[in-house]
């Protein structure tokens, strides 16, 4: 047991037997219910990751966005289906309908992975992650999730660098820093850029940290989920602030950003107009 509790709670058979463990104490344990058998050669404790189980049972393995949410990285859009990974010719493949709709619970990415994967792993690597993220996901989410895991260090550039990346990768390693600390970070100065205007990000103005500083006054603020109650009262205090000192403060929310982007860069544009980003 101690063995499966090191590998979230579900491991092959093989990986299981040794000189205190038998078929037959395996065998008992299923009967018992202390183990689950998922398909024919893995075996899950009852309280193993539901998704590592929903992927033994498929044959495949978690990667893409599904891969990358539990790494921790910025993830962007409907993250209800699970992304699953497998090779080309793979054979054993079990995805399970969805209710009426017949539709599969998973995206299947089937590719020739650019870092073999162990045998009998249920989690892609971060590499064959970032692959699939490249040629899943709009270019702009997919940029952002890749500078989340090079800011996070889970890669290297120069290793990526190094790979034999597929031209969609390739393009979004051209432009992928490690500076960016949220997806925002790499959304917005990247839809702005075109105004040829100076724009930092996460920078302390007057006690307070910011979003992003358009040229030398304009601020833009972006709102989350957590922007309510006392939050809500110290950003308006410090709103005020900045606006005594002479700076301007867009203040949007992060759906509008991701949603009604048109809206937001308008707001910008006119500020930018009146040279409401200079100093005076």
Known sequence: MQRLHAQNGIARQSALLGRD???RDLADAVAAGSLWRIRRSWLALPSADPQ???AARAGVVLGCITQ???LGLWVHGDTSRQHVCAPPSSGGVRLEPEGSTGAPKAIV???VPVVAR???VLEDGIENTLVAIAQCQPFEHALAVWESALNKSLIDREVLARLRLPG?????LAEATPFADSGLETIVPRRLRWLRVRILHQIWLHGHRVDFLIGDRLVLQIDGGHHVGLQRDSDNRHDAELMLRGYHVIRVGYRQVMDDWP???QLVMNAVAQGLHLAR
């Open 21 to 23: 463990t038998s078929k």
């Open 68 to 70: 990358a949410q539990r």
């Open 263 to 265: 809206h937001v860069q």
């Open 118 to 120: 162990t045998p009998h």
């Open 168 to 172: 969609l990768a390739r393009d979004i």
């Open 109 to 111: 990415h089937w590719f």
């Open 52 to 54: 590592l189980v929903a």
